[in-house]
């Protein structure tokens, strides 16, 4: 299964920006992006190094809570084997 993380873009530099989640940055392609308005402060969905979707700031919470979600039933059923 492949997911894209939720990223807040910390500066843009042409078609590459520095983006940051959960105290880890990563540098992003912006090229799939570029028809939209993207500005230093948006959140991003970044996908293998690129940016496919901007988001709002509410469905990259939601994602997180989701993932958060996940983790901690993958590490309960951990415990319970």
Known sequence: MCLGVPMQI????GFTARCEARGIER???LFLLQH?????????????????QKMTQED????WDL?????????????DA
């Open 36 to 52: 939209e308005d993207l500005r230093v402060g948006d959140m991003v969905m970044i996908h293998v190094g690129n940016a496919i």
């Open 10 to 13: 910390k500066e843009i530099d």
């Open 60 to 63: 990259a919470q939601t994602a």
């Open 27 to 29: 540098m992003a392609s």
């Open 67 to 79: 993932y958060d979600e996940i983790l901690d039933a993958e590490a309960a059923a951990r415990d």
